[in-house]
Structures are given as structure tokens and as C-alpha cells.
């Protein structure tokens, strides 16, 4: 028990120092945060007052299964925290007082409850429930954020800041991590301790990372229906999008939107998104990608091998190294350094970027 006691105690105070500095730097240095930065922030400083809390279990006498049950139903409120964080990526705004109350209503009965009748019954119940709030949470991001996906890679060219695809991991290791919160809350044993505390560190750093920079995008109800009446813009864009990406070089802007095309070729984007899937088959960010791996990189590569990836990335249009790695795989079949190494006579032809696929 000792032993046990030792390992926890460790976990406890690293766990409540790597949320209490987060909350501060995110809380008191950061400049220019998003308002999700800010709760992200509000969530780290909540995580390090319930690590605090923790430490009761460690003072002599207070190992007792009473204290641990109440320690379960306190930690069952944490449930929250990822619902906000996960609301807030895929539907920015929408967390509000009113909102929130409604959610805290299920544990705060339950936390009533469990004052009442402090029985293990209650304990199970409350159990199940947050197994099946939990999935809820998970099945209605996982929906959310499918949608936004495809939102931001119908509309945007750059979607390094703004993109969720980082959401399906998370989800991974907050399932992991709740199970094994659900076991050492069931069963304390020194092995579900250390399985809990690393996976929820290893699940908060990965928020932490892909939420330094990220910037969520709202969606409204409309961004995708259909238009009511087909008008006669096809024919029109079918003229003019590729003659006016080879005359400007549009796709060397890395934040070029669907909406600024859609302006320029004095449409909607609405029309336009429709006739990239329906006539090019391909999504605006994909669209944009290949006609700057097509048109800017590989004739950069072709003609100044000495150039280095970052620079040709960035004269590319890509907004980081990372995406234009991925896009140049996904486009030509190999990595740009497999792409320089083969001999010209070697190499595939990328088809064209208007081509169907």
C-alpha cells in the first residue's frame, strides 16, 4: 500500500504542476489569445486544482474507501472540461453559462444523490452514465468535426491553424483515458495509476499542441445546402478558373479562400465549390495544393535542385513544411526528397489539376 501511495503521490504532484504552469502561461502571458485559447486555458487551471485535491488521499488516514468514492464523483465532473474543449473546436461560441448549466445538471443530481445515500449502487450508476455521456460527447464531435472538415477544405487554401483532423486522435486517448480513470476509481492498483496519469498527460500535451495556433471557424446552418436554382454560373467558371489561375498565379496566395475566387470570377462560392466537385472533382484546398505542387514545385525542383524544401514549400504557396510534404505525396505518389533523388526520365506525370480523376 505504501508503494502504492509513493507512485500515486509522484503522479499527483507532476500531473498538478504541468497544468497549474499551462494555466498560467496560457492565462497571464499569452498574448493575443483566441477565446478558446482562453478556456483552454480556464480548463488547464480546473484540471490543476483537481490534481490538488487529489493529495487528500495521501495525508495518513485518509486512504479510505468513502474518501475515494467522493473523490470518483468529484473527477466524474472533469467530463465537462472535454465537452467544452470539443464544442468549442467544432462549433465555436456555443459554450455559454445557460448551456453549461444544463450540462452540469446530470452530475450535480448525481453528486446529491450520492450525499443522501453514500451506497456503491450509486457509485455504478453514476459509473454508467459517464460511460454513455461520454461516448455521447464523442459521437457528436466525431459528426461535428467530419463537417468541419469538410467546410474548411471546401473554402480554404491554408488550413494549418484551422483544421480538426487532430480531434480523431485525441478521441482515441481520451477513451483510453477514461477507462483507466474508470478502473483505478473501480480497482486502485499501482499499474491503472500510471496507465491513468500518462495517458492523460500524453492526451493533453496533443490538445495542448494542435491548440497552440488554432484558430476554430464557424460554420453557419447555410454553408452546405444546395442552391434553391441552378443558375447559369458553370459554363462560366468552366471559361474562366483555370485561364485565371494560369494568368494571376492565384494559388501562390496562401490564404486564398473559395470566397475570394468566387469573387474575382464574380460568383458564389456556393457555385463554384459545386462546380470543383461536380466538374474537377477535387475540394477548393485540394484543388489549390496540386496546382501549386503542378505549376510552382516540382518545376522549382526540376530546374534548382539546390533549393532547399522549406524554400520551395514557401514559394509554393504552402503555408507550412508539414502540408506541403503530405500534398506533394499525395499528388506526384512519392516525397519530395524520394521526387529529387529519381532521374527526370524517371519521374510520373502529375495530371492535370482541372483533369477528372
Known sequence: MQEYLNISTFFIGFSTAFFTIFAIHILCFRDRRTRYQTILGVVMAVWAVSNMKDLVTTFPGLYTEHVLDWIMIIDGWSALTYTILVFEVVMPGRTTMKRLSLLSMPFAIFTVIYA???????????????????????AIGYVKAKRHISYVRSNYSNIDDIDVSWLRPVFIFAIVSQLSWLLTSLCATVAA??????????????????????????????????PQQQQSVLPLAAGT????ME??????????TLQDLATMMHTNRTY??????????????????????????????????????????????????????????????????????QPLSSLRQVPPASSQP
Open 116 to 138: 443522501a445515500f453514500p451506497t456503491k449502487e450509486v457509485i455504478y450508476a453514476y459509473c454508467i452514465f459517464l460511460w454513455c455521456y461520454a461516448w455521447a460527447v464523442i
Open 193 to 226: 495509476d500510471i496507465l491513468y496519469y500518462v495517458s492523460t498527460l500524453v492526451l493533453w500535451l496533443m490538445v495542448l499542441k494542435y491548440s497552440w495556433n488554432f484558430r476554430p471557424v464557424v460554420i453557419s446552418g447555410q454553408e452546405h445546402s444546395r
Open 241 to 244: 478558373l483555370e485561364s485565371l
Open 247 to 256: 494568368q494571376q498565379s492565384l494559388y501562390l496566395n496562401a490564404d486564398l
Open 272 to 341: 463554384l465549390s459545386q462546380y470543383l466537385r461536380d466538374n474537377v472533382g477535387q475540394t477548393f484546398y485540394d484543388y489549390i495544393n496540386r496546382l501549386r505542387i503542378e505549376k510552382k514545385s516540382i518545376p522549382m525542383m526540376r530546374e534548382h535542385p539546390e533549393y532547399t524544401l522549406e524554400y520551395v514549400a514557401q514559394q509554393s504557396g504552402f503555408g507550412s513544411i508539414s502540408t506541403f510534404r503530405r500534398a506533394f505525396q499525395k499528388f506526384t505518389g512519392m516525397s519530395p526528397s524520394q521526387f529529387t533523388l
